[in-house]
């Protein structure tokens, strides 16, 4: 099934229950939302309001109990494994609040291992590619330093540079500043706008952030597993 849609990404009538019976919990209901290209969005929500469980069903890292997700018209729960994993490596970069880095190399060596893990080829594009996006995010200078000589600014920088190294349509990001005081939370999301503004990447971040809500394109609050209102800022 395909649907007509400008929209890269669209979640219609969402839900997903974890366990049965009396101990089931319905941790999100009946969603929906629709991501058009080139936009930065919100889901916000307090712990528990089911904006992580949403994020996860986007990423295909989760599958919902009903409804269906679309990435660019096309049915994501009609794929097989293979091609959903495809989807995640090539169409999506996932960025995740803990960083998520490989202790024991450099920032380069982060960036361009995570495109190995995503097949780019020849070696020389994956090199040309970690080059490109550390400088986007204003860390070439940084580029040989490991996690632990950066500073979490700087390695929530690294950990954009990996997830949009392969040139994804898509980034989702989980709670991308919560680690980091506000000075560095800012950057982080002055280069999400640069993304959406010079790259047309379409971003989708949860947070329970309110000073981000004045930065973003689209805010939908969650409560309890409903989405419960959708914004959409005048720029």
Do not use: W
């Not at 295909?60 to 091609?83: E, K, S």
Request: net charge negative.
């Amino acid at each position: 099934m395909k649907l007509a849609t400008s929209s890269i990404l669209q979640a219609v009538s969402v839900s997903r229950v974890f366990g049965q019976g009396e101990g089931a919990v319905h941790a999100l209901c009946d969603a929906n939302l629709s991501i058009p290209p080139g936009r930065l969005i919100a889901l916000k929500g307090r712990s528990g309001s089911g904006k992580t469980t949403l994020l996860n069903l986007l990423a295909t890292l989760d599958a919902p109990t009903t409804g269906r997700i679309f990435y660019d018209g096309n049915d994501v729960q009609a794929m097989n494994d293979a091609q959903r994993d495809r989807l995640r490596r090539t169409e999506i970069g996932l960025i995740f609040q803990s960083f998520g880095l490989v202790p024991y190399m450099s920032a380069y060596e982060n960036v361009e291992f995570a495109q190995r893990i995503a097949e780019v080829t020849p070696a020389a594009r994956r090199k040309e590619n970690a080059v490109q996006a550390l400088e986007f995010v204003g860390l070439k200078a940084r580029m040989h330093h490991r996690p632990q000589e950066m500073s979490g600014g700087e390695q929530q920088r690294t950990a954009i540079a990996r997830a949009i190294a392969h040139r994804p349509k898509l980034l989702l990001a989980d709670e991308p500043t919560a680690e980091l005081d506000t000075k560095m939370g800012f950057q982080i999301i002055k280069v999400f706008r640069d993304l959406v503004e010079q790259e047309g990447i379409s971003i989708v971040m949860t947070t329970h952030d309110p000073a981000i809500m004045d930065v973003v394109d689209h805010v939908y609050a969650l409560e309890d597993g409903e989405i419960v209102d959708s914004t959409v800022e005048q720029r």
